[in-house]
Every structure is written in C-alpha cells, then in structure tokens.
C-alpha cells in the first residue's frame, strides 16, 4: 500500500495527513477550501482538484468531514468513481445509522469501510496521539493498523460497523458531562476562597478524579497546560461539542436509553455553541455556569 487519498484538510485532516505524508507515502489530498490544500504543499501532498479525481488509483482514501450528510455524499461518490479496490476509513464523527448504511454499500461494491473517529482534538491530530475507535471487520482494522499507528497513539476495534461511532457518541457524553461538573466545583471552590491549586491537587489523587480535571482544568494556571492557558483556544470547541451530543441524544432516543444528565448536557453545550463563546474550546463551560 503506497497511494493514499485524503479527504477534508481542516484542522484535524491536515494534520493527520501530515503524519502520513512524512512516513512516506504518496498522499494526494483534497478539500473544497483550496487554500487548505495549498497550506500541504510544504509537506509533498499532492492536491487533488475533486472527489473522482481523487478516488482514482488509491489504495486507501480516509475522510474527515464535518457531518453525516456530506459523509454519505463523498462515500457514495468515491464508489461511484474509484479505478481499483481501496480500502475506506472515514475518521468523522457522524450518527450510527449512516455509518452501518455506508458500510452496506461499500460491501455492495466489495470494497471494505472501517468508521474509525477520534478522540485527541487539534493537539493529539498535531502529535499523533489520537485514540481511534473502529467499527468494521477485524481483517480490514488489523490490516490497517500501520496507517492508525502513524497518525495516534491507540486504536481500538469495538465491533462491527457503526460500533466506532457509537463508542464516541458515548465517550463524549461523558466528557461533556464531567466537564460541566469540574466547572461547577470550581466555581463553588471559589465561592468558599479555596486555593484552587490546593483543591486541584487533592481532587486528582481523590476519588474526584477524572480525566476533565486532572488534563484538561478549566482554571488558567491550575494543573498541566490547558485551554483555560490561552484564552481557551480550541482544542474542541463548543460548537463540535455540542454536535455530538445532538448525535448522542438521538442515538439515545432510538436505542431507549435513558440520559437525563445527557441531556442537559445537550442543552448546555448547545447554549454555549449558540452564543458569545461558541467557538471557544468547550472546557470553556464553566464560563457559562
């Protein structure tokens, strides 16, 4: 496997391309925004001028794109237009339905699609330390690997199509939730005068502790570096945040899962995306609290 073709360069595909790129494969790439793609040049990746021209002659093509509407587009078009028999991963996250329907029809076309989204945000795109969960087959996910393995630090097969998307749909409600919860502690932390260092070290190592607030506190100078140290620069912003929840309380709704705090979390999230600081990386929550 040599030829790859990337689709969506933006802030997560570029730099995930980058990686592969560099391992020395020849990777073409293309987004509609071709300034996106002129920025790649630095880095020997070939830009590509539409989805046919792409889908020609690969023997992987990934995508990153913002939503299942446009996932199932460029699915559907690169089938319609591929030369040879690639493999496909799509790295977006996007509603379990339209991941397994897309499956479906690769294997109509006998050509393999792993969903495989992320978790990692722009930092772990930029160091290659992404957590991929992969729905699909488990030949096509151990075959694919070494490309996994050149763009983060973990992947994990969670189970056929769709399995990857639903993993992340739940993965993210927790993090929304405890992150609402970190940002309401520290507010009250505040109302009582605590040192806010003193309180960080005792919640981490306590039974408090949780990935939100020992990696991610969103109290500028408190625990490792993190947005709440730039102004909350994204990161992940509020915006995508509150798109997966959306994702996850319909996925609850279909599935009769009951969700009372993922959905408040919904609303939250939507709120904040909604207003002055939606673009604001979405630790940026307790601003709203």
């Known amino acids: 496997m040599k030829e790859i073709g990337f689709i969506g360069l933006g802030n997560m595909g570029s730099k995930m391309s980058v990686h592969l790129a560099k391992a020395g494969y020849n990777v073409s790439g293309f ?122 630090s973990k992947s994990v097969f969670c189970g056929t199509a769709g399995s990857g998307q639903a993993t992340k749909l739940c993965n993210n409600m927790l993090l929304a939730i405890t992150m609402i919860g970190v940002g309401e502690t520290f507010n009250m932390a505040k109302n009582f005068n605590l040192d806010l260092n003193i309180l960080y070290d005792v919640v981490s190592t306590a039974t408090g502790s949780c990935w939100s607030v020992n990696n991610y506190c969103p109290i500028e100078n408190v625990g490792p570096t993190s947005p709440a140290d730039n102004n909350f620069l994204p990161g992940f912003s509020a915006k995508l945040m509150s798109k997966d929840l959306k994702l996850a309380v319909n996925a609850a709704s279909q599935t009769n899962s009951n969700i009372a705090f993922g959905k408040k979390a919904e609303e939250m999230f939507t709120k904040m995306a909604e207003g002055i600081n939606g673009e604001k990386d979405f630790s940026a929550i307790i601003k709203e609290i």
């Open 31 to 152: 987004d509609i925004d071709y300034k996106l793609m002129d920025n790649l040049n630095a880095f020997n990746i070939k830009k590509e001028n539409s989805i046919s021209e792409i889908s020609k002659n690969k023997d992987l093509i990934i995508t990153m794109l913002p939503n299942g509407k446009i996932v199932n587009e460029v699915i559907r078009e690169i089938l319609a237009n591929i030369s040879n028999s690639p493999t496909l991963i799509d790295c977006s996250t996007i509603d379990v339905n339209t991941s397994k329907n897309l499956y479906e029809f690769a294997l109509s076309n006998e050509i393999s699609l792993l969903d495989a989204p992320v978790s990692g945000g722009t930092i772990g795109a930029l160091n290659g330390t992404l957590t991929f969960m992969v729905g699909g087959d488990k030949y096509t996910f151990d075959k694919m690997l070494p490309i996994f393995d050149l763009m983060g």
